[in-house]
């Protein structure tokens, strides 16, 4: 393990159940057999972490993240998940409080057809708080980008941007993990530095209120967002690919053609995102220029989701597209 990580990512780690096969979903009082079911570590940092390690082919990067100590032994398999994949483990943060607590479980069902749901039960993930960072400050103090999704509460990651603008570090922000049926007030994040900020088409029309359908809306949503500090804007729209926008330049990022048949059956959207988002961040900290980033973060996006299920893409999977 690196003594000296290059990149941080903020957020969770959680427990997926993924059940895919479905032949449909159940009714109310029906029983649905799925021939698959797989248990594996999750949460939207845990994967950037993971995908960022795969794609830099490095050890240097580390996840901040509250990890419960429970009684099932549940912490002993994430733990080992993020040794196995290079993923420096020194700075999580292990809670043995309540033993009888679980951590974060997310579950997510698959249909033949491509159909899906998820469910999303919350843990330990969102206690996180400023003085769980503050203990980590020269951990931010060491790194070169700070990746961070809104799978905290948002006091912390107000705390955490403070914190980057104090040490002059650049942040790239995911705005994923708020409950989606609450209302949030995002506005205290922009009053620090966002060197990217990278939403889906639903995340962009949360934080600005500007349904997100095509490029000319995105390009609305973006100014709106830049026009409160965020320095890049990179909106994904699954099947129409990715709108970016920087103070000098836009673009509609379309994804490469495939056909159905180049799908696996298995595959669904859980996890492009985040394989965009780590993508942008390798590319960073090779000294790319954000729109060229974008375009290769789009690409691996869409090879992700050709993926039956998660897998962390090399770069070698992804270059030349």
């Known amino acids: 393990m690196s003594d000296a ?19 449909h979903f159940a ?12 248990l594996r570590p999750g949460g939207k940092a845990r994967n950037i972490a993971s995908m960022l390690t795969h794609y830099l082919e490095n050890d240097g990067v580390a996840l901040v993240a509250r990890l419960v100590m429970d009684t099932k032994g549940l912490h002993h398999v994430l733990r080992q998940s993020l040794e196995v994949d290079g993923i420096d483990t020194e700075n999580l943060i292990l809670d043995g409080s309540d033993w009888d607590a679980l951590p974060t479980l997310s579950i997510f069902l698959n249909t033949r057809d491509r159909q899906s749901a998820s469910y999303y039960l919350p843990g330990d993930n969102e206690t996180m708080s400023p003085a769980d960072l503050d203990t980590r400050r020269s951990l931010f103090e060491q790194i070169s980008i700070l990746v961070m999704t809104l799978e905290i509460p948002i006091p ?4 955490a941007l403070k914190m980057a603008q104090e040490i002059g570090l650049k942040v790239m922000l995911d705005p994923g993990g708020q409950p989606p049926e609450k209302t949030v007030d995002f506005s205290p994040l922009f009053e620090y530095p966002i060197y990217v900020l990278k939403a889906n088409a639903a995340e962009a029309e949360r934080l600005t209120g500007i349904p997100v359908t095509d490029f000319q809306s995105a390009q609305q949503a973006a100014q709106l ?24 330049e836009s673009k509609h990022i379309r994804v490469s053609e495939f ?26 900290l090779w000294d790319k220029d954000f729109m060229s980033s974008a375009e290769v973060g789009i690409e691996a996006g869409t090879l992700q989701y050709r993926q039956p299920g998660l897998v962390d893409l090399s770069w070698e999977d992804i270059y030349p597209f």
């Open 27 to 38: 009714e109310p009082g029906e029983q649905v057999n799925g021939p698959q079911v797989q």
């Open 259 to 284: 056909d159905d048949d180049e799908v696996s059956p298995l595959a669904d959207a859980t996890g492009c995102g985040d394989q965009v988002m780590a993508v942008l961040a390798g590319e960073y």
């Open 156 to 159: 912390t990651a107000c705390h």
């Open 225 to 248: 967002l830049m026009d409160k500090g965020v320095e890049n804007v990179l909106i994904t729209h699954g099947k129409h690919g990715g709108y970016a926008f920087t103070p000098q």
């Open 5 to 23: 990580p290059i990149a941080a990512v903020i957020g969770a780690i959680n427990i997926d159940i993924l059940v895919q096969g479905l032949p």
